[in-house]
């Protein structure tokens, strides 16, 4: 914990609610893959942070969190069955996958956190030549920058703006009126996968001609977990 005060957490009541969260990608078309259970790992739910995906290559992080670490050797031999060109960021660099944003060829990169600048750059390394332009971000408001930003389908990025260092780096931006709203997974088809904790929000979206599609995710969120935290999406491995 960092930014929120610790809660106790209902652990049954956060295995209905992955399980609701996992069902939602698969009505909307997604096939889902369980990485194994990494039991000594308790944060390894936020399976996000441990690897970034671009065309097809898949970087295998190094968490900011040493003890998070242990939590990428399943997600590695998942991403490699799954036929993904395996790539790693080595010591000294710590990357963490919510600190990563991809907005069509632009991947946004938090700094400050949990990703530092040799992180950073072995990402840039990694991905630069498969025609990803990286730009750094400045976090120091939240854990991850996805804690701070996410994208709609046009590319504008979204969040709430107490939240966000530089809102001006971002082409277009636009603020939302609750922090749980500024976390989107987008579904295909115009819908977007959101907290049922920001109906403002997702009214918002609904007037902008989107579908939200809330699911509840209450006990992550007393972890400073959000929608994209749970799942790392591959659009097919060229994409």
């Given at each position: 914990?960092?930014?929120?005060e610790r809660t106790e957490v209902d652990v049954d009541l956060a295995v209905e609610q992955w399980e609701a969260y996992a069902e939602a990608l698969r009505t909307h078309?997604?096939?889902?893959?369980?990485?194994?259970?990494?039991?000594?790992?308790?944060?390894?739910?936020?399976?996000?942070?441990?690897?970034?995906?671009?065309?097809?290559?898949?970087?295998?992080?190094?968490?900011?969190?040493e003890s998070r670490r242990g939590e990428t050797g399943g997600v590695e031999e998942a991403v490699a069955r799954l036929g993904c060109s395996v790539n790693w960021i080595?010591?000294?660099?710590?990357?963490?996958?919510?600190?990563?944003?991809?907005?069509?060829?632009?991947?946004?990169?938090?700094?400050?956190?949990?990703?530092?600048?040799?992180?950073?750059?072995?990402?840039?390394?990694?991905?630069?030549?498969?025609?990803?332009?990286?730009?750094?971000?400045?976090?120091?408001?939240?854990?991850?920058?996805?804690?701070?930003?996410?994208?709609?389908?046009?590319?504008?990025?979204?969040?709430?703006?107490?939240?966000?260092?530089?809102?001006?780096?971002?082409?277009?931006?636009?603020?939302?009126?609750?922090?749980?709203?500024?976390?989107?997974?987008?579904?295909?088809?115009?819908?977007?996968?959101?907290?049922?904790?920001?109906?403002?929000?997702?009214?918002?979206?609904?007037?902008?001609?989107?579908?939200?599609?809330?699911?509840?995710?209450?006990?992550?969120?007393?972890?400073?977990?959000?929608?994209?935290?749970?799942?790392?999406?591959?659009?097919?491995?060229?994409?």
């Open positions: 914990m960092t930014h929120v078309g997604w096939e889902t893959v369980e990485v194994d259970p990494a039991d000594d790992c308790p944060d390894s739910v936020f399976v996000e942070d441990t690897v970034v995906a671009c065309r097809n290559v898949a970087l295998i992080s190094r968490p900011g969190a080595w010591e000294p660099g710590t990357l963490d996958g919510g600190d990563v944003l991809k907005v069509g060829d632009t991947v946004y990169v938090g700094r400050g956190g949990r990703t530092n600048a040799a992180g950073l750059q072995q990402l840039r390394a990694a991905f630069e030549p498969l025609g990803a332009r990286v730009v750094a971000v400045p976090v120091s408001k939240v854990l991850h920058l996805k804690s701070a930003v996410t994208a709609l389908p046009d590319g504008t990025v979204i969040g709430y703006e107490p939240l966000v260092d530089t809102p001006s780096l971002f082409p277009r931006f636009m603020p939302v009126p609750e922090e749980s709203g500024a976390h989107v997974v987008l579904l295909g088809g115009g819908k977007l996968l959101m907290a049922a904790s920001a109906p403002k929000t997702a009214e918002l979206f609904a007037d902008l001609g989107h579908e939200p599609v809330l699911v509840d995710i209450s006990e992550f969120e007393k972890l400073e977990g959000c929608v994209t935290c749970l799942s790392v999406r591959l659009r097919g491995l060229y994409a």
